[in-house]
């Protein structure tokens, strides 16, 4: 065969492999730029450290600061209960953490805004601890992504150079949920501008307002993966004991698999998106993120709730999707049938070994595994649906809002054009194309359904027909499809490769069956042990 032919085969091929399974990370990875060392605006975070801290005896933090260090939301609240912490000291403990590490030393720039009250906030939580109906996140300081709403304090950006200053006037629906619990905002994560959707050359955990978020575990050797690359890092780095992401395709999963931490996209229909800067509202989600099951469920049944203001909610789902994280049993995988969505042949060289580990993990956990399982991607695809939604869906919001800088996704742009470098270091193709897309209504449904139908079948074909609990899947290899089909995942960590690169299992369910995801999630854990604190 003639050279030019061969050539020829294999770009139709790169082309086909985009149009089925890998047209939802086009834009992710077309021609991703390598990370740079880049922290803009230091002093937005430094500044209302130092002055939270600059009473407080930091060497009592440091003495403390090891239990705090890997502690779960259980090993916190029995300190604060015994008298060896105070919710004073947790906070401050952790913006230490935040100014020696994240914007000094290893420099890992996850954190783009740091609530100015939250000392003030923890010493009243201190104060008011016997008179408050006692919840599991009590006192608890939570960083959440820079797109979702706080109100009057912080700014919230969708991590663009535009809005980098603008404050809300209105917490978002989760936040409020979470203060009623007793919760407080510790700051804001970094993440891939407007939701990784600027240009196909900007690496994951970039933003125009704070720079590019590195990954602890290899700050410019791995990928932080996904939008919500912040909220992941802040976690596993213990900046924060819980953050909070979203997802749209992949963007709670991806980040948390590689940064072994664990994360959930639940179904849709459980968490509010009210308050938060959309990318798609057909696929957008808010999730949990944290370094065990038991964390992420217990942020998980503050988050989800019935909310006028979000059509997709849905109250009776939401009654039957919370449960007592105490239910919670290391024999939760036994007798389970899961499927097994990889080839351990098929995987990276490196990460081999694992993929060949979680097969074995499942199966000495009392799981029943079912393997060759394939997945078809005809007629599913979510570039369009992305492209259509984000235009339309930015809009509304913009419009909605009495003091952004800016009205419309045309706006944007024009000011970006105005000083490329800084505003828009990396291009703003994607948001272009989507500014100038042409595709009608009526086009757009039809893509949608057909997505939806196809990938509701494909999964259904082993969760339903088949009778299996779930699917397992290496990081976020097939998550198009439950993004699409709007199923939850949970990701927990798996191990490492062999260059150390963390590497996260992640198993689907059928929509609002997150309990047992959980239980199957929190059994794996346990049994496995896998997930090793960075050294920072």
């Known amino acids: 065969m003639k050279k030019w032919k061969k050539i020829a085969l294999v770009t139709i091929g790169i082309v086909l492999l985009f149009i089925g399974g890998g047209a939802y990370y086009v834009y992710h990875t077309f021609i991703p730029a390598n990370p740079e060392r880049i922290i803009y605006d230091k002093e937005r975070v430094i500044e209302p450290i130092d002055k939270q801290l600059q009473d407080i005896d930091?060497?009592?933090?440091?003495q403390k600061e090891a239990k705090v260090v890997d502690a779960s939301i259980e090993d916190i609240q029995n300190m604060i209960k015994h008298g060896e912490l105070t919710y004073e000291q947790l906070t401050a403990i952790y913006l230490f953490r935040i100014k020696q590490h994240d914007q000094n030393g290893i420099a890992l720039n996850a954190v783009t805004e740091i609530n100015p009250h939250a000392i003030k906030e923890a010493r009243k939580l201190d104060q008011n601890r016997a008179q408050h109906k006692q919840s599991d996140l009590y006192g608890i300081p939570i960083i959440v992504k820079d797109n979702i709403q706080t109100a009057h304090v912080m700014p919230t950006s969708?991590?663009?150079?535009?809005?980098?200053?603008?404050?809300?006037?209105?917490?978002?629906?989760?936040?409020?949920?979470?203060?009623?619990?007793g919760a407080f905002i510790l700051g804001k994560g970094n993440m891939s501008e407007w939701a990784n959707f600027t240009s196909q050359k900007a690496p994951n955990g970039y933003s125009g307002k704070k720079g590019q978020n590195l990954n602890p575990y290899g700050p410019l050797e791995f990928n932080t993966d996904g939008s919500s690359s912040g909220s992941a890092t802040v976690t596993a780095a213990n900046f924060a004991p819980l953050a909070i992401g979203t997802e749209t395709t992949g963007s709670i999963i991806a980040p948390a698999a590689k940064q072994s931490i664990v994360g959930l996209r639940p179904s849709l229909g459980l968490v509010?998106?009210?308050?938060i800067i959309p990318l798609s509202e057909?696929?957008?989600?808010?999730?949990?993120?944290?370094?065990?099951?038991?964390?992420?469920?217990?942020?998980?049944?503050?988050?989800?709730?019935y909310d006028s203001k979000d059509s997709l909610t849905k109250e009776k789902k939401i009654q039957e999707a919370s449960f007592d994280v105490k239910s919670l049993s290391v024999d939760g995988l036994r007798g389970k049938k899961i499927g097994i969505l990889y080839s351990v042949e098929d995987q990276d060289k490196r990460k081999q070994a694992v993929a060949k580990k979680i097969k074995q993990d499942l199966k000495a956990a009392g799981a029943t595994l079912v393997d060759n399982i394939k997945m078809d991607y005809e007629g599913i695809e979510n570039v369009s649906i992305i492209k259509y939604d984000f235009k339309k869906d930015l809009n509304?919001?913009?419009?909605?809002?009495?003091?952004?800088?800016?009205?419309?996704?045309?706006?944007i742009i024009q000011y970006n054009e105005k000083d490329k470098e800084r505003r828009i270091k990396y291009g703003q193709g994607l948001l272009k194309q989507s500014e100038d897309s042409s595709l009608t209504k009526k086009d757009f449904e039809a893509i949608l359904q057909?997505?939806?139908?196809?990938?509701?079948?494909?999964?259904?074909?082993?969760?339903?027909?088949?009778?299996?609990?779930?699917?397992?899947?290496?990081?976020?290899?097939?998550?198009?499809?439950?993004?699409?089909?709007?199923?939850?995942?949970?990701?927990?960590?798996?191990?490492?490769?062999?260059?150390?690169?963390?590497?996260?299992?992640?198993?689907?369910?059928?929509?609002?069956?997150?309990?047992?995801?959980?239980?199957?999630?929190?059994?794996?854990?346990?049994?496995?042990?896998n997930r090793k604190a960075p050294k920072l």
């Open 58 to 62: 930091r060497n009592i933090l440091k």
């Open 158 to 181: 969708a991590g663009s150079y535009v809005l980098k200053d603008w404050i809300a006037d209105a917490d978002a629906h989760i936040i409020d949920q979470l203060k009623e619990q």
């Open 272 to 275: 509010s998106r009210h308050g």
């Open 282 to 305: 057909t696929l957008d989600t808010a999730g949990p993120m944290a370094r065990t099951v038991k964390d992420t469920a217990i942020l998980f049944n503050a988050m989800i709730g």
């Open 396 to 411: 509304d919001y913009l419009e909605q809002q009495k003091t952004t800088p800016v009205k419309s996704l045309q706006d």
């Open 450 to 529: 057909s997505s939806q139908n196809n990938s509701k079948k494909q999964l259904d074909k082993y969760l339903v027909e088949k009778g299996l609990n779930a699917l397992v899947m290496i990081n976020n290899e097939h998550v198009l499809l439950s993004a699409i089909a709007g199923y939850p995942e949970l990701t927990v960590p798996a191990g490492y490769d062999d260059n150390g690169e963390p590497v996260g299992a992640t198993f689907i369910t059928k929509p609002f069956l997150e309990q047992d995801l959980f239980q199957i999630g929190y059994a794996y854990e346990q049994k496995t042990k």
